[in-house]
C-alpha cells in the first residue's frame, strides 16, 4: 500500500513549536535603535556633502592658482630672450608645475582621506552599537526566562 503524501494541514504547529521558546521583540528599544541609526545615517551624510564641498572648493582654488601660475610662467618665457634661455625657463617651469601637481594631488587625497575617515568612523560605531542593542531588542520568551 502507498504512502499518501502528508499535507500541510496535517502538521500540528503546538507540538512542533512545544519545545521552543519564541523570542519577544522589544519594540520600544527597536524604533530606538532604528532612530539611531537613521540619525547616524544622516550625520555621516552631512559629514559626506562637507567634505565634497571642501575638496571641491580645494580644487578651485588649486586651479585658480595653476592659472596664475600659467599666466606668469607664459609672460617670462616670452621675455626670455635666446633660444637657451627659454629652454632653460621651460625646464625650470615644468619642474615646478610637475612639484606642484604632486603637491596638489597629495593633499586633495588626504582631504579625501579625512572625510571618508570621518564619515565611515560613524558608520562604523553605529553598526558596532546596534549590534550590542540587540541584546536588549530581543529578548527570551516567557518560556526562556
Sequence with gaps: MAKTPMSLFDV?????LSGTSIPSINFEAAMASQRK??????QANKLALE???????????????GAEVFSGALNKLVSAGSFEDQAVK???FAKTAYQKALANFWELGELVNKSN????GIINKRVTDTLDEVKTVVSAGPSGE
Excluded: P, W
Design 37 to 42: 541609526n537613521f540619525e547616524a545615517l544622516a
Design 90 to 92: 621651460q625646464a625650470e
Design 117 to 120: 575617515s570621518r564619515t565611515f
Design 12 to 16: 500540528d504547529v503546538t507540538k512542533f
Design 51 to 65: 567634505g565634497a564641498q571642501v575638496f571641491a572648493r580645494r580644487q578651485g582654488e588649486m586651479m585658480s592658482e
